[in-house]
């Protein structure tokens, strides 16, 4: 999928998570959220990676359960780091980023499924 596609993916996702969990919220218009979206896509891409392989242990105890825990704290990093930035996406604990990362991953997954393109 395209850099921009996903991009607005997750832009989407995160603005329904703001919409569902209470705790989850932005303020601001829609090319902060872009870059809220941008900042998700970042930590995602680079710090995840590095905290699965430290907490793989973990993984395993858990059967892969533990990928939930980790996708909030990565939803709460977001949070930290939007707050730096000024970009109004704030997270106001670990509960409410558990649920909002579900919710970001069902919905990104559900729009991604309906944005892809068909393979030949």
């Known amino acids: 999928m395209p850099f921009l596609i996903r991009l607005l993916v997750n832009a989407a996702a995160l603005c329904v998570a703001t919409r569902i969990v209470t705790g989850v919220t932005y303020t601001g218009a829609l090319i902060p959220l872009i870059g809220v979206a941008l ?23 858990t059967f892969g359960l533990f990928a939930f825990v980790l996708n909030g704290l990565m939803l709460w990093l977001t949070s930290s780091l939007s707050g730096g930035l000024g970009l109004g996406f704030h997270v106001a604990g670990f509960a409410p980023a558990f649920w909002g990362a579900l919710v970001v991953t069902v919905v990104s997954t559900l729009l991604g499924v309906l944005v892809a393109e068909p393979e030949d």
């Open 39 to 61: 900042v998700f896509g970042l930590v995602n891409a680079i710090i995840r990676p590095i905290l699965k392989l430290v907490t793989f242990p973990l993984f395993i105890l």
